[in-house]
């Protein structure tokens, strides 16, 4: 079983930072042989994909929301996954969640929530203009 716990979030004003953190439990190297994602949900809105990374360390994806101001990496060594966040937009206000799917098939094509059976339980973001 794998549990995924998120932290970071927080309060910014628009053009700030922030960098949020997903510890993954469960077994070593987590983060590196799962698919590993980050979502985000505003209220009575669907929850939509922002950043993957693919298992081995085998690519990135972005989207055309945050492309260019937002990153995603790894820390394999310490299971963890982040998301630094820079030029933060009111837009992007919402809950944040971690996403993790052993990568018993591809990664490249997971772009819905369905996709990943493995969810943190959220860290808020609020960005103010």
């Known amino acids: 079983q794998v549990q995924l716990v998120e932290s970071g979030g927080g309060s910014v004003q628009a053009g700030g930072s922030l960098r949020l953190s997903c510890a993954a439990y469960?077994?070593?190297?987590?983060?590196?042989?799962?698919?590993m994602g980050w979502f985000r949900q505003v209220p009575g809105k669907e929850r939509e994909m922002v950043a993957r990374i693919n298992s081995s360390g085998g690519g990135t994806y972005y989207a055309d929301s945050v492309k260019g101001r937002f990153t995603i990496s790894q820390d394999n060594a310490k299971n963890t996954l982040y998301l630094q966040m820079n030029s933060l937009k009111p837009e992007d206000t919402a809950m944040y969640y971690c996403a993790a799917d052993p990568a018993t098939r591809s990664c490249y094509t997971r772009l819905a929530d369905t996709q990943f059976a493995y969810w943190g339980q959220g860290t808020q973001v609020t960005v103010s203009s």
């Open positions: 469960g077994h070593t190297y987590i983060t590196y042989t799962y698919c």
